[in-house]
């Protein structure tokens, strides 16, 4: 549920631990007795002022910078108080209990409480506030705790952009054109008697068509978004000894599994996440996939078979040396069998050859033949590691997307796609038409919050850090 939105809050908003600078935050209505509390003055409006910090005996906790944002210029449009002391955990708990002691106490003129029911902030309710006074839509909140999130640089910049708004305007320009075109269906229904074909003359059509590519083009960038932001999971599966640690360590650029020329060497999950240009790449290496009359190996084997039924995408590692054993290659067979089984057929499956350094006259038919001990090859995969998750944008047009985001605009494609289908049938189904395009125009409303659920907005702000 939401929090009290009428109710002052402060928070520590620096995160723990030892620090040059700590940051505690309150945020409310009339913070001026407050701020006359603790530094002894009135401050001059996004001005910091130099000051020490007072207890209620008028002795400094600590010196520091005040600054002051009047309402309404300030990030959560609200009255915002930030002091800025020194960085250390006891510091910065003596000054959170000092504001709200101060709150508390009788005010010297009215004698009631300088400011009344100030509390602990929850986790996102600065940036909650700052939604729901207008200040930013939801995108962009969810932006602010990608962006403190991000992994890697292009996810960093990519949050950026969607902070700065590059995706909300590219939702509202949706929107806006999704309204004119909405008008223009409701004229219709209304004014049936009219001789003005209103769809035919405004060209609903083509408006339409052209709502249903500038929508593509969203989604496509979303996509990417969503990638930089969540990354895919790479399942490397095959026989034992066949190199699957190997090749992990040989992806990741480090010694993370044991090698070995035992076969069943591996006998649990081993996961690292590497960046190939940006993107994050979620690979686990598990154990050799055959029949085994050992209690623990016989654990691994069904520990990996879980682990390929959540992938993204599979790897499915053959060892070139072994290639033409009959033996080897049924159990390869079977080993296939049992992926397309289990697999959706959404998910891809990349025949991957290792060991050529020791076959190197070897050439399969299709995937890719590389060597994780010397590194041919690694490039290669990569790349198609990278195709196979669907990168294909420029990171510097790309903002950052939430999976959400891209169900809603999947939501809307489709709504869209239906509407086309009844205005192809013209006056007949107008009504279905207009109900498409309003349930379009919800689903984009749910990606900026202008139809935000307080369930949806309690999940999404909850997820955030202390003071944001």
């Not at 520091?64 to 910065?92: K, M, R, Y």
């Given at each position: 549920?939401?929090?009290?939105?009428?109710?002052?809050?402060?928070?520590?908003?620096?995160?723990?631990?030892?620090?040059?600078?700590?940051?505690?935050?309150?945020?409310?209505?009339?913070?001026?007795?407050?701020?006359?509390?603790?530094?002894?003055?009135?401050?001059?409006?996004?001005?910091?002022?130099y000051?020490p910090f007072?207890?209620?005996?008028?002795?400094?906790?600590?010196?520091?910078?005040?600054?002051?944002?009047?309402?309404?210029?300030?990030?959560?449009?609200?009255?915002?108080?930030?002091?800025?002391?020194?960085?250390?955990?006891?510091?910065?708990?003596?000054?959170?209990?000092?504001?709200?002691?101060?709150?508390?106490?009788?005010?010297?003129?009215?004698?009631?409480?300088?400011?009344?029911?100030l509390?602990?902030?929850?986790?996102?309710?600065?940036?909650?506030?700052?939604?729901?006074?207008?200040?930013?839509?939801?995108?962009?909140?969810?932006?602010?705790a990608?962006l403190?999130?991000?992994?890697?640089?292009?996810?960093?910049?990519?949050?950026?952009?969607?902070?700065?708004?590059?995706?909300?305007?590219?939702?509202?320009?949706?929107?806006?054109?999704l309204?004119?075109?909405?008008?223009?269906?409701?004229?219709?229904?209304?004014?049936?008697?009219?001789?003005?074909?209103?769809?035919?003359?405004?060209?609903?059509?083509?408006?339409?068509?052209?709502?249903?590519?500038?929508?593509?083009?969203?989604?496509?960038?979303?996509?990417?978004?969503?990638?930089?932001?969540?990354?895919?999971?790479?399942?490397?599966?095959?026989?034992?000894?066949?190199?699957?640690?190997?090749?992990?360590?040989?992806?990741?650029?480090?010694?993370?599994?044991?090698?070995?020329?035992?076969?069943?060497?591996?006998?649990?999950?081993?996961?690292?996440?590497?960046?190939?240009?940006?993107?994050?790449?979620?690979?686990?290496?598990?154990?050799?996939?055959?029949?085994?009359?050992?209690?623990?190996?016989?654990?691994?084997?069904?520990?990996?078979?879980?682990?390929?039924?959540?992938?993204?995408?599979?790897?499915?590692?053959?060892?070139?040396?072994?290639?033409?054993?009959?033996?080897?290659?049924?159990?390869?067979a079977?080993?296939?069998?049992?992926?397309?089984?289990?697999?959706?057929?959404?998910?891809?499956?990349?025949?991957?050859?290792?060991?050529?350094?020791?076959?190197?006259?070897?050439?399969?038919?299709?995937?890719?033949?590389?060597?994780?001990?010397?590194?041919?090859?690694?490039?290669?995969?990569?790349?198609?590691?990278?195709a196979?998750?669907?990168?294909?944008?420029?990171?510097?047009?790309?903002?950052?997307?939430?999976?959400?985001?891209?169900?809603?605009?999947?939501?809307?494609?489709?709504?869209?796609?239906?509407?086309?289908?009844?205005?192809?049938?013209?006056?007949?189904?107008?009504?279905?038409?207009?109900?498409?395009?309003?349930?379009?125009?919800?689903?984009?409303?749910e990606?900026?919050?202008?139809?935000?659920?307080?369930?949806?907005?309690?999940?999404?702000?909850?997820?955030?850090?202390?003071?944001?």
């Open positions: 549920m939401l929090a009290r939105t009428t109710d002052p809050i402060v928070a520590i908003a620096t995160a723990s631990g030892r620090g040059a600078v700590g940051i505690v935050r309150v945020s409310g209505a009339r913070l001026a007795p407050l701020i006359d509390a603790i530094c002894g003055r009135a401050l001059k409006p996004r001005e910091a002022t000051l007072r207890d209620a005996g008028g002795e400094p906790v600590d010196h520091g910078l005040a600054i002051h944002f009047p309402s309404p210029n300030s990030f959560t449009g609200e009255d915002v108080l930030e002091l800025q002391a020194h960085g250390g955990a006891v510091v910065l708990q003596l000054l959170l209990a000092r504001c709200l002691e101060a709150a508390a106490e009788p005010d010297a003129v009215t004698g009631r409480p300088r400011l009344p029911g509390r602990v902030a929850e986790p996102g309710e600065f940036s909650q506030r700052a939604f729901l006074n207008g200040k930013i839509d939801l995108a962009q909140a969810e932006a602010i990608d403190i999130d991000a992994s890697t640089e292009a996810a960093a910049r990519s949050a950026g952009r969607s902070l700065s708004g590059a995706f909300s305007r590219e939702i509202h320009t949706l929107r806006d054109a309204i004119h075109l909405r008008m223009l269906v409701e004229a219709t229904l209304d004014f049936p008697e009219e001789e003005i074909d209103f769809l035919q003359k405004a060209d609903a059509t083509g408006q339409l068509a052209r709502l249903q590519a500038q929508l593509a083009a969203v989604q496509q960038r979303a996509r990417q978004g969503a990638l930089l932001r969540e990354g895919i999971k790479v399942v490397i599966a095959g026989q034992p000894n066949a190199g699957k640690s190997s090749l992990l360590n040989a992806l990741a650029g480090a010694e993370l599994a044991i090698v070995s020329a035992v076969a069943g060497t591996t006998r649990d999950v081993v996961s690292q996440t590497i960046q190939i240009h940006g993107v994050p790449l979620h690979v686990a290496d598990t154990a050799g996939l055959r029949e085994s009359s050992d209690e623990v190996e016989q654990i691994g084997v069904a520990r990996a078979w879980g682990q390929i039924e959540s992938a993204d995408a599979v790897l499915f590692l053959h060892d070139l040396t072994r290639a033409d054993m009959p033996d080897y290659a049924a159990a390869d079977e080993i296939l069998a049992g992926l397309r089984q289990k697999l959706p057929a959404s998910v891809p499956v990349l025949d991957v050859w290792n060991k050529q350094d020791a076959a190197p006259a070897a050439r399969p038919a299709e995937g890719i033949a590389m060597s994780a001990k010397t590194g041919l090859g690694i490039e290669a995969l990569r790349e198609q590691l990278l196979m998750a669907g990168w294909q944008a420029v990171p510097e047009g790309v903002y950052l997307a939430r999976a959400r985001h891209v169900q809603a605009l999947a939501q809307v494609e489709t709504h869209l796609a239906l509407a086309a289908g009844h205005l192809a049938a013209q006056a007949q189904l107008l009504d279905l038409l207009a109900e498409e395009l309003r349930l379009a125009q919800n689903a984009l409303n990606i900026t919050g202008e139809f935000g659920a307080d369930d949806l907005l309690g999940v999404i702000f909850s997820r955030f850090c202390i003071g944001k």
